[in-house]
């Protein structure tokens, strides 16, 4: 069990401006208050901090309103803000709205389905993939290749930003998730900040 230390009159009174701060400025924060699990944490915007207590309107990691937490102020053990995790949910939610397709996507053409076809019209209308191996692990990303046995994908990171490229046998995937919020919200964020900012940059 790890240590666990309350926090003196100082520190509560430097979270409360760090909150007060966010809270002016509409940002998120993330605010660690779990004894049990140091790791464990809530996001949120500030609704209401004093020296007793916070209230969040806290975010998914989908950047979707989660309701409100009031955690005690003797609890909390750190205040994050401004990090990359907390700007991709802010954003997340600013474009909430317009962010999610409200329907499925087409059937491939001539009404195939299955892998190859699936991964051919992913290619065709440049939606973002994720492949899963066996193991439920693999690359989310562009086709940028499609073989008979094997296909290359333009990986995308977690903050929608460009990682690399893999390529993988056929044979060796279990799994595409293609559309789902998860592919959503990538394909998004690598609009956002790999098209959208060069061009206002």
């Known amino acids: 069990m790890s240590a666990y230390y309350v926090a003196s009159s100082n520190g509560i009174a430097r979270f409360l401006q760090t909150l007060h701060e966010a809270q002016t400025a509409s940002n998120a ?39 409100r937490r009031v955690l005690r102020m003797e609890d909390v053990m750190r205040v994050d803000v401004a990090n990359a995790y907390i700007k991709k949910l802010e954003l ?47 690359p989310s990303g562009f086709v940028k290749d499609l073989g008979e046995d094997y296909v290359v994908i333009n990986r995308i990171g977690s903050q929608g930003e460009p990682d690399g490229l893999a390529t993988l046998l056929l044979s060796n995937v279990s799994k595409v998730h293609v559309g789902r919020r998860t592919e959503q919200i990538l394909s998004f964020l690598h609009r956002y900040n790999h098209g959208l900012k060069k061009l206002l940059g």
């Open 92 to 138: 997340l939610y600013e474009y909430r709205d317009s962010l999610f397709d409200k329907d499925f996507t087409e059937r491939p053409r001539g009404g195939k389905l299955g892998l190859h076809a699936i991964l051919s019209q992913a290619q065709e209308n440049n939606h973002i993939v994720h492949l899963v191996d066996g193991n439920d692990y693999g």
């Open 29 to 67: 924060v993330a605010v660690y208050a779990d004894a049990e699990d140091y790791q464990a944490y809530e996001v949120g915007f500030v609704e209401h901090a004093d020296p007793n207590e916070i209230v969040l309107l806290c975010l998914t990691p989908k950047g979707e309103p989660d309701g």
